[in-house]
């Protein structure tokens, strides 16, 4: 029962931001709405979507209530790690930058930095994701049948925090270089409040998975887990 309560609780949580981002597109010519960036916050409502995908399908059996057929490399590197996390922290870290750049240094934001900023993620998730998923999954993140959860592997985990944490140290880096700008609609307190929700959530995913290597096997361990998932990405738009 807590597992169905779990996986609904995602579920309805992805449903309301999805109809917050529709009242978003909707109302985007209302200025405080339109000082966010939409189109950044599009990239952000697509990476907590797929975040919380993925926390769901490699924490909990799916194919035991839904008869949903996954692959838990797809799902906890592409989805929970690189479009997820990654793609989360590295969203805000452009927006910081953009915000800097704009009420910090009076500077335009031109094309020419959202497509540097596209190639570089590109490139930087190609480099990791492509090789990782090459590898044999005993040494990334597999089913384990008698768990009926996806295990993830000591080196796997090692490398997948590894480039979260960066990620999210930097981002951590550009709201402290922020941290003088005051603008009418308090975006930067908003960002303060994703800074510490999320450096929560990934401290204690790390605690997790480093102290209870199977930690999918014991539910309090991956339902703490996923509740603070859906805090950190679901709370975030």
């Known amino acids: 029962f807590v597992d169905i309560f779990s996986i609904t609780l995602g579920a309805v949580l992805m449903f309301l931001n999805t109809l ?3 009242y978003v597109l909707w109302y985007r010519h209302y200025p405080p709405l339109r000082a966010k960036n939409i189109k950044l916050l599009g990239i952000l409502y ?5 975040w919380c995908l993925g926390t769901i399908g490699t924490n909990f059996n799916v194919d035991g209530y839904f008869n ?3 692959s838990c490399l ?3 590197l592409w989805s929970r790690i690189l479009v997820g996390m990654f793609m989360f922290a590295f969203v805000h870290i452009f927006r910081l930058y953009v915000y800097i750049r704009i009420f910090k240094r009076r500077q335009k934001v031109t094309y020419v930095q959202y497509l540097a900023a596209a190639i570089l993620y590109a490139v930087i998730i190609a480099a990791y994701g492509i090789p990782v998923t090459l590898m044999h999954n005993k040494l990334t993140v597999m089913f384990v049948p008698e768990f009926q959860t996806c295990v993830y592997g000591q080196l796997f985990s090692e490398m997948s925090f590894g480039i979260v944490w960066a990620a999210w140290l930097a981002f951590l880096v550009m709201a402290y270089m922020a941290r003088n700008i005051n603008t009418s609609f308090k975006e930067y307190k908003e960002m303060l409040i994703i800074v510490v929700l999320t450096s929560i959530s990934i401290a ?4 997790v998975h480093h102290v209870v290597r199977e930690y999918t096997a014991y539910r309090w361990a991956r339902i703490t887990s996923t509740f603070f998932e859906y805090l950190a990405s679901q709370t975030s738009l």
């Open 20 to 22: 917050l981002f529709l």
């Open 46 to 50: 697509l990476s907590m979507m797929l």
């Open 68 to 70: 949903f057929t996954s």
């Open 74 to 76: 797809l799902l906890a």
């Open 204 to 207: 204690y995913q790390t605690v």
